[in-house]
């Protein structure tokens, strides 16, 4: 089992609003596939300010790209998208095995 983690630096003082894009995401997606599973969405504590971050479990590698493909695939992914590149100053993706 993975975790799956995408770190987002949002733009100074928009942090909010890219919380809530993901939210929309989470909530487009299971209208989409209503087994779909959702991501939890975390937002900075501590360390850098308007840090967002979207973690998911997945089985494996391969279960990940597969779910990552269906969700760039869906017809309104691009206009999401282009609402989210503005918000979002740098990014990164990291995975992590789960010990159980």
């Known amino acids: ?12 003082g928009r942090g909010d609003e890219l919380v809530a894009l993901f939210q929309e995401l989470n909530a487009r997606m299971r209208e989409a596939d209503e087994t779909a599973s959702s991501f939890r969405i ?10 967002v971050v979207t973690e998911s479990e997945v089985e ?15 017809p309104w992914m691009g206009e999401w998208f282009s609402r989210m590149m503005p918000l ?7 995975f992590y095995n789960l010990v159980e």
């Open 42 to 51: 975390l937002t900075d504590a501590t360390g850098p300010f308007f840090t």
């Open 60 to 74: 494996n590698f391969a279960a990940w790209e597969e779910g990552f493909g269906e969700a760039m695939a869906q």
């Open 88 to 94: 979002v100053e740098s990014g990164s993706r990291e």
């Open 1 to 12: 089992m993975l975790v799956a983690r995408q770190v987002f630096q949002a733009k100074y």
